[in-house]
């Protein structure tokens, strides 16, 4: 069983100060293996919001992954926006922009998505995809075969942002080389379903762990329990006005073949209180 904390779109520089401490000591207390984090660490990618951003994960005891997301490069300063988009997230978060874990149960291959071209509308291109491929066909069978990005592969028809270029080509050929999750974020919303136009494929989203634009939904992560072809995805969240995270919705599902199957009590809401934050190793 292996156990990953997914969370997103922090967005220090307007984020929820309240909410910061409360966010550590819950993840400390989980004490997943693996702390994912889909991008979009800061709100215009300046100096102190890196720092901020640092001081978080300087913080966090779990080991974490991490690429970045579209806040991630300057909006403001388009010098370092088009000539050096990176060197701050470099510096302040991880020298590397497309990392992996692995560990005999889980992959978890990470993807840069963001096109410094394009404020919002992210990217993924053939060979990116081919990298990931290559990574989960070397291991097929032997491990759940995660894929981290900060755009999501699907829209929803209430989402007006434009779906990332080369998504739908995206999704198609990692529904066919071995991927079983992709994480995502960046539409501060949250979802846990099979992605539509790939059955085989696990779409899971988290919303915002501390940005003040929760757009309808409140401040969130999901809590993946992962254990053979099985995995329990649990949304844990603080309400506006609260400063508690709480577990308050779960999907759970199977992949006994190609395609993942809801088992019963998919997303439904999961047992409100702190007990099952103790920590599990």
């Not at 136009?197 to 929760?214: E, I, N, P, W």
Request: proline share 6%; glycine share 8%; with cysteine.
């Amino acid at each position: 069983m292996r156990r990953i904390l997914h969370v997103s779109d922090l967005h220090f520089g307007r984020d929820r100060p309240e909410l910061l401490r409360p966010l550590i000591d819950t993840i400390n207390q989980i004490a997943p293996d693996i702390v994912a984090i889909s991008g979009d660490f800061t709100q215009r990618a300046r100096l102190g919001q890196y720092r901020a951003a640092r001081a978080f994960l300087s913080l966090l005891e779990p080991p974490h992954i991490a690429v970045p997301g579209n806040h991630d490069t300057p909006l403001d300063n388009l010098f370092v926006r088009m000539f050096r988009p990176w060197k701050r997230y470099r510096h302040y978060i991880d020298r590397e922009l497309e990392p992996s874990w692995t560990d005999p149960e889980v992959a978890i291959i990470g993807v840069n998505t963001v096109n410094r071209f394009s404020w919002q509308r992210g990217r993924i291109g053939r060979h990116t995809v081919r990298r990931v491929c290559d990574a989960f066909e070397d291991d097929a069978g032997q491990r759940m075969h995660v894929a981290m990005l900060h755009h999501p592969l699907e829209h929803g028809p209430d989402v007006e942002k434009r779906l990332m270029r080369g998504a739908g080509d995206a999704l198609r050929k990692l529904g066919k080389c071995g991927a079983d999750i992709v994480l995502s974020g960046h539409l501060h919303t949250w979802h846990a379903r099979p992605f539509a136009d790939a059955s085989g494929v696990l779409f899971v989203q988290a919303g915002t762990g501390l940005s003040t634009r929760v757009r309808g939904e409140p401040n969130d992560f999901n809590l993946l329990t992962v254990e053979g072809r099985a995995v329990d995805v649990e949304q844990w969240t603080a309400a506006e006005g609260e400063t508690v995270f709480r577990p308050t919705r779960r999907a759970a599902f199977e992949k006994p073949g190609d395609t993942w199957i809801a088992r019963d009590g998919a997303d439904q809401p999961a047992e409100v209180g702190q007990a099952r934050a103790g920590r599990r190793r």
